[in-house]
């Protein structure tokens, strides 16, 4: 099932924060964060996996809580460069206990970064 | 290359005719994945490769579309009799080992539209 992100867009102005969350109805082993500018591939960001970690890269950072299946990226002192949709992809565990690297991807938040 | 590539850019097909896309992943990379990209969506699972393995294909959406990957490098998306839902980016991704710790590297995909 399809995890949700909230909210589908959101319009900053340079410097501003932001943050996108992402939410799943089934338990979760790992969240993978991917931002795509319009005509090119997902470029990844992080990836968090469960144990309710929080991670960081630059002013770009995320969080995990596995009781909830939740998880938000929070953007800080946004920069043009950061403009472009982010996606969540969650990925599960099979019956067995075992995973592979398949992910479910949300509908995607669109940002926007303005000077 | 250094990243995964992907061919054609831009494929349009008339109704009926047979595709193939092209998929190089980044050397080494054990997994390969496909995904199917409509607009304005994220990117939605159909098939799973480990090495030469085709280990999942659920996500295929009829028995018009097939996967191939004889070497366990490059891979071969074909579509059969295209129909006009069929017209969406097809993106691959490569990753290093099978699980879900590692990070998916995304093509920059192949459009395709079928008229």
């Known amino acids: 099932q399809q995890p949700v992100q909230s909210p589908q867009a959101v319009i900053l102005r340079e410097g501003e924060d932001a943050v996108i969350n992402c939410s799943s109805s089934k338990a979760l082993y790992s969240v993978h964060w991917y931002r795509q500018k319009h005509g090119e591939a997902p470029v990844f960001l992080m990836i968090?996996?469960?144990?309710?970690e929080q991670k960081g890269h630059e002013k770009i950072s995320a969080s995990f809580n596995e009781k909830k299946q939740q998880s938000s990226l929070y953007l800080t002192a946004s920069q043009l460069s950061y403009s472009g949709t982010y996606f969540c992809g969650t990925g599960r565990t099979n019956a067995g206990g075992t995973s592979y690297g398949k992910l479910t991807f949300g509908q995607g938040t669109i940002l926007t970064v303005h000077p | 290359g250094a990243g995964v590539s992907q061919s054609p850019r831009y494929k349009v097909a008339k109704r009926g005719q047979d595709v193939a896309l092209r998929c190089d992943p980044i050397?080494?990379?054990?997994?390969l994945f496909w995904y199917q990209q409509a607009l304005g969506q994220g990117p939605e699972f159909l098939t799973y490769f480990q090495n030469e393995a085709q280990l999942d294909k659920s996500g295929l959406p009829s028995d018009r579309f097939f996967a191939e990957r004889p070497e366990g490098s490059v891979s071969t998306l074909k579509i059969q009799r295209t129909q006009q839902e069929d017209s969406a980016v097809y993106l691959c991704?490569?990753?290093?080992?099978?699980?879900?710790?590692?990070?998916?590297?995304f093509g920059d995909g192949t459009r395709l539209s079928i008229l």
């Open positions: 050397s080494g990379h054990v997994s």
């Open positions: 991704a490569s990753s290093f080992g099978p699980i879900l710790n590692q990070p998916q590297h």
């Open positions: 968090l996996l469960k144990g309710g």
